[in-house]
């Protein structure tokens, strides 16, 4: 039997298959329009390599898990992405998780969720604000980071991502270096991110989701918190982990 960890995000649409307690496949795309469309293209992607219902059980998580109707059981992100960062780092401490609409800490100890905190979706500290940001400057994520670590610091105060891009646009209009506007958005994020943190306060933490390989990112938070912050390239896929962890239990 294979468990299958489905995790339909606002943004980007992450699975995860294990078999014997090992992850033997990921998958990760857009959700775009359509999460039930979504579900069904990873569904078809797994059956073509033999993954079916009749021979894996399936849990799905993520905003858009109800989406997913061959679904055996739905699970809280929350508690998703608590069991997949234990599964990847085997700490106690706290997770974050820098989505696409929302931001969460989550506190671990023994692998289980002790605490958590959710920023609101407005807020400038998700991911969907860097993708508008990035967007507006003419630059990708990898970009946006690599121009913010060589600019000059500079503030963008709004917590609203719509009036955070308008502080933006006005500084564009004014011919601020991209490299300055960089640093000031970057700096934006891991300010608001930090600001939710410190609820969950822990020793260590963990960069999980679409974030988690940005090193400028990593080195400003763990600056802010005064600690450090772990990640890995799988910790993208931490929702999905933990959902195929829920279907082996």
Known sequence: ????????GSTAAKAAVMNDGNIIKTILMNTGFSSRQT????YHMLEEEGIHKENAVYVATGYGRVSVPYADRTVTEITCHGKGAWHLFGKNGTVIDIGGQ??????LKNGRVMKFVMNDKCSAGTGKFLEIMTNRLGLTQQELSEMAAK???????????????????S??????????????VVESVVNK??????????????LTGGLCEDPYLVERLSKVLGASVESCPMARFAGAIGAAIMAVE
């Open 193 to 206: 991110v930090v600001s939710l943190i410190t609820q969950v306060p822990g020793e260590q933490y963990f």
């Open 151 to 169: 600019g000059n610091p500079i503030t963008i105060s709004s917590m609203c991502t719509v009036f955070a891009e308008s502080e933006v646009i």
């Open 1 to 8: 039997m294979y468990q299958v960890g489905i995790d339909i």
């Open 171 to 184: 500084l564009i209009g004014k011919g601020t270096p991209r490299e300055d506007i960089s640093n000031g």
């Open 102 to 107: 929302d931001t969460k800490g989550i506190a």
């Open 39 to 42: 579900a069904d293209e990873i």
